[in-house]
């Protein structure tokens, strides 16, 4: 029985192996998913997660739970020799081993990319995983906390100054789902107000969200602007050592909370494979999902997702490519589990063509922009669609009625403001009235 190797369990690996227990017959092959992780992460939920409007595990989708006739193996892929055919897979526990494939889906998604900018390694955090959601969130009310005991000056200043660097759509909804957090804590601490908070976003170019229209860009600005969020339009990040920024206008500030989300790379595992990247690092594939090289078709290899240069046959993509994001990622696993099964069956493998649908983001409680084509809805109605289609795009339906269940209880009973940050060290406490041996 041929096995199927699938390398990475985000967006595109998660619904290729789903829908590959829906397509293949019993016995027809068997299904390897290998991920670090033991969940898929909704990324378009991450701002929501960091601003306290959905419980974290909420917007993770298990892999064992709902991949019931795949084999998970919760571990790091260190190396593919597509040549012999084999992995090398790490587990956090136990011995390296090498797992033996007949295809491989190469599906490891992307991580944030960065420039060699003093400090920013040390001081930012990213916002590609719920684990960073989640201490952002902790990070900024517990900063509450601490400014509300302070006096006014420069340590208060700095504990409640958030600089996000990066205004595309990650960085334009941290950014506003942060601040809209912000403006629910200053009710909890009434020794501050909207005046000692600063939120600044960094953008190295004239405009923000490009993949909105310049008047909807523009609303979204005043919108921030209105809510005391200052947004540096081509503005560089040119150094964050110890948390003091420097800016290339000359200007400077002192931050405890500095996100990054200036891009995304494709996932280094790429780097120890034998299989052809371009040069941006990406899988280099055909339109049917194919991994190919000089020759043509590399046989037996599989790309979709963050990792893959796939061909934008609607023309839309930037630079002729798929752009890397969640609408794409999810549509070409469904579509490379449809040619995968196909191959094996013998019969042809189709090409992935996908218009792009529109993009829209949340901006905060009641804040919203939607754009498709040259049709776009800010505000309220906006932050509606946003719900609404993030509800009903996030896989399985237990996830679904888990996030509208958060959705009605923060309706209902208010947004929970509670920081559990003394989580990362939960042992502190024992730790500090534990009897030890005299001597």
């Known amino acids: ?32 998913l290998v991920d670090p992780l033991p969940y898929m992460t909704y990324q378009p939920f991450l701002p929501e997660v960091a601003a306290g409007s959905l419980e974290p595990r909420h917007a993770v989708v298990s892999h064992r739970r709902h991949l019931r006739s ?8 260190s190396g593919v020799n597509h040549a012999s055919k084999t992995a090398t897979i790490e587990p956090e526990v136990g011995e390296t081993f090498e797992l033996d494939y007949d295809h491989v889906v190469m599906t490891a998604g992307s991580v944030s990319r960065t420039f060699p900018i003093p400090g920013v390694a040390d001081e930012a955090i990213g916002m590609k995983s719920i684990e960073e959601a989640v201490a952002v969130r902790d990070r900024l009310i517990d900063n509450f906390h601490r400014a509300a005991l302070l006096p006014a000056g420069p340590e208060r200043d700095r504990l409640l100054t958030v600089v996000v660097v990066g205004g595309g759509f990650a960085g334009i909804e941290t950014f506003a789902e942060l601040r809209s957090l912000a403006s629910a804590l200053l009710r909890d601490h009434p020794q501050l107000t909207i005046d000692d908070t600063h939120f600044h976003l960094i953008e190295a170019m004239g405009r923000i969200m490009p993949e909105v229209s310049l008047k909807t860009s523009h609303w979204v600005l005043k919108n921030l602007a209105q809510r005391a969020a200052i947004v540096h339009l081509e503005t560089q990040l040119t150094s964050a050592v110890d948390g003091h920024l420097e800016l290339s206008t000359g200007e400077s500030l002192e931050s405890d909370l500095i996100i990054w989300t200036a891009g995304v790379m494709a996932n280094p595992v790429l780097r120890g494979t034998d299989l052809p990247v371009d040069e941006r690092g990406r899988l280099r594939a055909q339109p049917d999902l194919r991994v190919i090289d000089d020759n043509g078709v590399v046989d037996a290899a599989w790309t979709a997702g963050d990792v893959a240069a796939v061909p934008d046959l609607s023309g839309g993509g930037v630079g002729g490519f798929c752009v890397p994001n969640a609408q794409h990622a999810v549509r070409q696993g469904k579509q490379l589990a449809k040619n995968l099964v196909a191959v094996l069956r013998g019969e042809a493998p189709k090409d992935y063509e996908h218009k792009n649908l529109g993009a829209v983001a949340g901006l905060g409680i009641g804040y919203g922009a939607f754009q498709s084509g040259k049709f776009a809805v800010t505000g309220f109605p906006a932050w509606i669609m946003h719900r609404g289609y993030h509800g009903l795009a996030i896989p399985m339906w237990e996830r679904k009625l888990r996030v509208v269940g958060d959705w009605v209880g923060n309706f209902v009973l208010g947004r929970d403001n509670v920081s559990l940050s003394a989580r990362e060290e939960p042992a502190a406490y024992f730790q500090e009235f534990a009897a030890r041996p005299k001597g």
């Open 1 to 32: 029985m041929p096995r199927i190797l699938i390398v990475g369990g985000g967006y595109a690996g998660f619904y290729t192996a789903l829908k590959l227990e829906k397509w293949l017959r019993k016995g027809e092959a068997e299904v390897v």
């Open 70 to 77: 795949t084999r998970v193996i919760t571990a790091k892929v």
